[in-house]
């Protein structure tokens, strides 16, 4: 269920509008709070000229209109009229200034509209081309690549709304004892039609469209819920051992905005749930590529009582000097190196680097996407204190999770029946 934090920002929202023949869209000097691209249909943009109406343009399908108020809050200069059964795709102001990734196709398409529009006027000024107002080829192809983005946006956040996003989770043991030492929370959509979507592709797009911040932000209070939950249960079939934590996914766009860390911050202290047992996983991209508003982010975070882990360690920049400049608790050894570690010799001494650079700098290590008995052995060997994976269990459901935890698992050298779950 999505809680009134994350409705709130839900309703920033892109949808569709249906105008009669007829029907006027906005009128010259309303307030701008939108822009609008034409599905189907036709518009009629207008000024009156001492009394009489003046007709500026007629726009057709792909074509958008309302685009300079809405970016620049001023109110609008023409009015527009549908001329004939005219669908829209809207798009509010609060959308355009959400936080974005780097490439950004509507960003790319309202600029280049802009700067067409720009030239063509100042032809017109100067008398030299005849300017037509026509989008050139190149500006189509990004429409209709910002069209398809839209949509799939659209699709994610109708089915945020139509809460068809989960959390699943997957236990991560502590390879010595084979007992439970906590869960990771994964993303999973599962459509009205029953397919399901995999992360891989959908956090990406959200990651790209700025989605990911709500997402993620519905996440994290998610996982907090469960975590309650889940710690409770392991209280009462484990009473001797610690509750166990919760590793939360969270994006590099959820830590670029002081704003958005509040949030987090404000989750975290309202659910009541046990701090030290709330781990953020983040990725190396955003400690190497903006130190500064990750050494803020982190300072905050690490204020409250969280731990940070860093996953998919050894894949990306693997920068080490960045590994004692922030307040680090975890590294996650990428799956890429535990499939190898027993077919590659270089794999496993990477491994084993990783888990004495991890000691010496006081850090926890978790290896990821272990899938069969002898990684898990290796992995121990070397001294990995936790690791995941499909040979202990699979990522399920938050139901599915409490019962496998009332099972009282406990994955020992002849490990247990990989879960079907998933
Ligand atoms: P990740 O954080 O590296 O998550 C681990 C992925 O490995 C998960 O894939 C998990 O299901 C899979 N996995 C675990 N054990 C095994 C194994 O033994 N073998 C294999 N082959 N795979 C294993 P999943 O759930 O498809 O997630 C993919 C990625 O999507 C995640 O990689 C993470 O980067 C992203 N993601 C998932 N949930 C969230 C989220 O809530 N927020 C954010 N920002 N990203 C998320
Ligand atoms: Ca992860
Ligand atoms: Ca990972």
Redesign the pocket.
């Known amino acids: 269920m999505a809680s009134l934090l994350t409705m709130k920002s839900m309703d920033e929202t892109t949808f569709s509008r249906h105008f009669a023949a007829g029907e006027e869209i906005f009128r010259m000097g309303d307030p701008g709070e939108s822009a609008y691209i034409i599905e189907c249909g036709k518009v009629e943009v207008s000024t009156m000229q001492v009394g009489a109406k003046m007709i500026l343009a007629e726009l057709g399908n792909g074509e958008i209109f309302g685009e300079m108020s809405m970016m620049d809050n001023a109110p609008r200069s023409a009015t527009v009229t549908a001329t004939e059964d005219t669908r829209v795709i809207v798009i509010d102001r609060a959308r355009f200034h959400r936080p974005r990734g780097d490439r950004d196709p509507l960003m790319n398409m309202l600029l280049r509209v802009l700067l067409t529009r720009l030239r063509d006027t100042q032809h017109k000024l100067c008398g030299t081309a005849m300017g037509t107002g026509q989008i050139d080829p190149a500006t189509q192809e990004i429409q209709q690549s910002a069209l398809r983005q839209i949509r799939i946006e659209d699709e994610m956040r109708r089915a945020f709304d139509a809460e068809e996003f989960e959390?699943?989770y997957?236990p991560i043991v502590a390879l010595d004892s084979g007992y439970l030492a906590g869960f990771?929370?994964?993303?999973?959509w599962q459509r009205k039609n029953g397919e399901f979507v995999?992360?891989?592709e959908f956090?990406p797009l959200?990651?790209g469209s700025g989605l990911?911040v709500e997402?993620?932000r519905w996440?994290l209070e998610r996982?907090i819920k469960d975590q309650i939950e889940f710690a409770k249960c392991i209280g009462r079939v484990f009473p001797y051992l610690t509750p166990g934590f919760m590793s939360?996914?969270?994006?590099g766009l959820?830590l670029s905005e002081m704003n958005e860390i509040e949030l987090m911050a404000e989750i975290i202290e309202r659910s009541g749930v046990d701090p030290s047992t709330i781990k953020l996983?983040l990725?190396e991209t955003l400690l190497v590529q903006d130190p500064d508003i990750a050494a803020a982010a982190l300072k905050k975070v690490k204020a409250l009582g969280v731990s940070i882990a860093i996953?998919?360690f050894g894949t990306g920049y693997s920068s080490l000097s960045y590994l004692h400049q922030f307040p680090l608790d975890t590294l996650?050894i990428?799956?890429a190196f535990?499939?190898n570690m027993n077919k590659s010799e270089n794999s496993r001494r990477i491994v084993n680097s990783i888990t004495q650079l991890a000691s010496a700098l006081e850090l926890d290590i978790v290896a990821?996407?272990?899938?069969e008995k002898a990684q898990m052995d290796a992995l121990r060997d070397l001294g990995c204190e936790a690791g995941?994976?499909?040979?202990m269990a699979?990522?399920a459901s938050a139901e599915m999770t409490m019962k496998l935890i009332e099972g009282q698992p406990r994955w020992q050298e002849f490990g247990m029946e990989p879960s079907t779950a998933?």
Do not use: C
């Open positions: 959390l699943h997957q990771e929370a994964l993303m999973r995999s992360p891989m956090i959200a990651e990911i997402l993620g996440a996982a939360v996914n969270v994006s959820q996983e990725t996953d998919d996650k990428d799956r535990i499939s990821e996407g272990i899938e995941q994976g499909y040979y699979k990522p998933e």
